[in-house]
């Protein structure tokens, strides 16, 4: 291959340094992971939210709740993931947040408070946008992660309900006290699992101008184009973003399984 390779011009777009603050800051390749960070933890959290609860709704006694669980199942995860980011982007950010003025409220919020939206976040004139992919990336890894959660429930033997129902538990004692703390170990290693897919499937909010990871680099690619450069970095930074996660995931299993493994024994 006849390339000329510049690895010296990556590490500006990694970190500069800001003459009016006179210190280094983060430039467009970090902006863009922590970015892909924040986006993976809020849609993460809502995902399990999500979830948990259409999880017990699908192991639920009432047909209603098993009806529902089912129905959100079978919907998201039978729709291609860039179908839903489009429709919750004209529908959810360009109708309904703009009518309930999010962007407009965070910009008119004081500097501070701005300061920690766009640190948790979102720039304040982009937050609406991100609410959109938040709640997009949600509702399609929960769909999965209502599946983990099913699983994990009716994993646990059937006698272990017999036995909490003689001794006089109600279903939902039985559930909170029997049953999901033996579920537990079974949903991590899968949940993990879920974890790193989110994180993955971010790059796809892209798309929509979220400005992560992958969209600066199809932003810096366009305009220097240092191609390998650029997208072996940032398929390094993902590497070492998805591999964290695991060791994390990892040692809280270890301690969930040395927990509730002594309990059940």
Known sequence: MDYRWQWHIIPQYLIRFDPEHQHWVPNLLLQGLFTT????????ILAIGIGSIMGLFSV??????????????????NLPPLVLIFIFYYFISDQVLSHLGIDAWARSTPDTLQHWIWFLSAPPQHLATFISAVMTLALFEGAYITEIIRAGIESVAQGQREAAYAQGLTRRQTMRHIILPQALPQILPPLAGQLISTIKDSAIVSVISIQ???????????????????????????LVLTLSCSLAVQYVEGVVKRRYGHQSR
């Open 37 to 44: 960070f924040r986006l993976s933890v809020w849609a993460t």
């Open 60 to 77: 639920s006694g009432r047909l209603f709740f098993r009806l529902v669980s089912r129905s959100y199942v079978e919907l998201i995860r």
């Open 212 to 238: 992560e990871l992958t969209f600066q680099g199809l932003e810096l690619m366009s305009a220097t184009y240092l191609i390998f450069e650029i997208w072996i970095t940032i398929t390094v930074m993902y």
